[in-house]
């Protein structure tokens, strides 16, 4: 018996071809659909990326090792979280007080290539930001999977740049710390301290001088010449020509006598420094009854770096160390001179002045220094 598919073998052929056509194009359209969606995908996650990485390095930028910083950074990341897009969408970033783990955006520590939560302002330097959109957008294929929406996520964590104490710097105080005074201060307050000179066993400070054997006659020549680069960086930042440089492969040469004639001429050149800058280094204390400025001269300032020396740990002991030696130079501290007295006994001959102790770092060969700063902070860097 002849079929009637063989009777009519050119119209049964065309209706398999028609059914393996529409099989093979709906094959085709569900592969074309997955092609699609993976590269919308892949292009949504790498946006969202992209707004992780840039609010994680603005929070890490913003670290200071302050409390103030914290709250500054976590609202910087969310501010510039919110200025990126993923396929015309914010990068929206919600806030975490609580700083949980799961959080969008979580301060923390980075160490020995960890991330953990943290929110202690000294140990804080990395920012971690979970940049996330549940729902994004439809999928092609979502009807042959049974799902017609896809949620993206990307992580990011940015650790704060390195701060690197400075290897030159174009001029300095003539005075010279003991590295472990100047360890033993918090680095996030304004230490107010008055230089004492020659008392018997009560010295905190000494006179120093780079290449030079510190005497009065120096001191006056010394701070006739510093003056034009401190004015220079008073007003820019930046000296073109160093003054009285000073290297950390120098040596520094200490003198506690001469206090008289010698803080004469600080208090002279004090009055005729910058003016005090209430926004860097707070309000002006009260000047001291004893004080060598002129009334008039008052509100000046001797800003500038302040040598730190490596003599051991005798100086901050009862006795201290010796402040007639030749010591190694380790590093500055950023301070300013407001107020300078050379009357009475020898305690009382004095130099007052403020000291940010943030601005020190004992500066390690391996980095170099940096040349014409107290600090230089590094560029923060993603390292997830």
């Known amino acids: ?36 969606d993976l590269g919308y995908a892949r292009l949504v996650q790498a946006q969202l990326q992209a707004g992780a990485d840039a609010a994680a390095l603005s929070g890490a930028r913003v670290l200071d090792q302050k409390i103030t910083g914290l709250t500054t950074a976590r609202s910087t990341a969310i501010t510039v979280g919110g200025l990126n897009r993923a396929m015309d969408n914010p ?9 949980s783990p799961d959080g969008d955006v979580v301060l923390g520590i980075w160490e020995n290539s960890a991330f953990s939560p943290s929110l202690d302002p000294k140990k804080v330097n990395a920012v971690q ?30 650790v704060q740049g390195m701060r690197l104490g400075a290897g030159s710097v174009p001029y300095y105080l003539p005075f010279g710390l003991a590295q472990c005074t100047v360890e033993r201060w918090p680095i996030d307050t304004l230490v107010d301290m008055t230089f004492v000179l020659s008392p018997a066993g009560a010295d905190n400070t000494g006179w120093a001088g780079v290449g030079a054997t510190p005497n009065a006659s120096w001191v006056r020549d010394f701070l006739s010449d510093i003056m034009p680069c ?18 950390t492969d120098d040596t520094v040469n200490l003198n506690n006598g001469v206090a008289a004639s010698a803080l004469k001429e600080v208090a002279e050149a004090i009055g005729q420094g910058v003016p005090w800058d209430s926004d860097i280094w707070g309000s002006l204390p009260a000047q001291h009854p004893a004080s060598e400025v002129p009334k008039s001269e008052y509100g000046h300032m001797l800003v500038g770096p302040i040598p730190v020396f490596d003599g051991g740990g005798s100086y901050c002991q009862s006795g201290g160390g010796s402040w007639n030696q030749t010591v190694p130079l380790k590093g500055f501290v950023w301070g300013a001179l407001y107020d300078a007295s050379a009357k009475g006994a020898a305690k009382n001959k004095n130099v007052w002045l403020r000291i940010d102790p943030g601005s020190f770092r004992e500066i390690g060969d391996w980095y170099g220094g940096n040349n014409y700063g107290i600090v230089y902070t590094a560029p923060a860097v993603v390292v997830r």
Not at 91 to 99: F, G, H, R, S
Not at 130 to 154: I, K, Q, T, V, Y
């Open 129 to 158: 930001v979970r940049a996330r959109r549940d729902d994004l957008f439809p999928l092609f294929s979502g009807p042959a999977f049974g799902r017609n929406e896809l949620a993206a996520s990307a992580v990011s964590i940015a």
């Open 230 to 247: 401190m004015e220079q960086w008073y007003e820019t930042g930046e000296v073109e020509e160093a003054c009285a440089p000073a290297d």
């Open 91 to 99: 990068v929206l970033l919600a806030d975490n007080p609580t700083n």
């Open 1 to 36: 018996m002849i079929s009637k598919c063989n009777l009519r073998y050119k119209r049964c052929r065309g209706g398999v071809s028609a059914v393996v056509i529409a099989l093979s194009t709906m094959v085709l359209l569900m592969f074309a659909a997955i092609v699609i």
